[in-house]
Nanobody
Framework: QVQLVESGGGLVQAGGSARLSCAAS????????LGWYRQAPGKQRELVAR???????IYSEFVKGRFIISRDNAKNTVYLQMNSLKPEDTAVYYC?????????????WGKGTLVTVSS
C-alpha cells in the first residue's frame, strides 16, 4: 500500500506562486512514478505534471513554463512549484503514485489539497 499526504494549498493571488508537497510512504515499487493532477469544480480530474524515478517530466500544455514538478527520492517527496498562477488554476490538487503514471493517474491517490487563486 501507499500513503500520500499533500500540503501547501491555500489562497493565492493571481500572478503569485505556491509550492505543493506530497510525502509518500509505502512500497518503493509503487513510488517509481509520481504525479500531480487537479480537479476544478464541475470538471473532470486532469493531469498537471508527472515525473519518473529517473526525473523525466511531462507537463500538460496549460502549465508548461509556469509549473515545475520535482522529486526528492531520499525523502520520498514530490513537489509542485506553481508560478504565475491564474484564477483558472483553482482546483483540488491531488498527488498520485504508482509503477507508472498516465494522463489519468498512477494507481494511488492522496486526499488532495485545495488551491484557490483569487483575481
Amino acid at each position: 500500500q501507499v500513503q500520500l499526504v499533500e500540503s501547501g494549498g491555500g489562497l493565492v493571488q493571481a500572478g503569485g506562486s505556491a509550492r505543493l508537497s506530497c510525502a509518500a510512504s509505502g512500497s518503493s515499487f509503487n513510488l517509481k512514478a509520481l504525479g500531480w493532477y487537479r480537479q476544478a469544480p464541475g470538471k473532470q480530474r486532469e493531469l498537471v505534471a508527472r515525473i519518473t524515478l529517473g526525473g523525466i517530466t511531462i507537463y500538460s500544455e496549460f502549465v508548461k513554463g509556469r509549473f515545475i514538478i520535482s522529486r526528492d527520492n531520499a525523502k520520498n517527496t514530490v513537489y509542485l512549484q506553481m508560478n504565475s498562477l491564474k484564477p483558472e488554476d483553482t482546483a483540488v490538487y491531488y498527488c498520485a503514485a504508482g509503477l507508472v503514471c498516465s494522463d489519468s493517474g498512477c494507481g494511488f491517490w492522496g486526499k488532495g489539497t485545495l488551491v484557490t487563486v483569487s483575481s
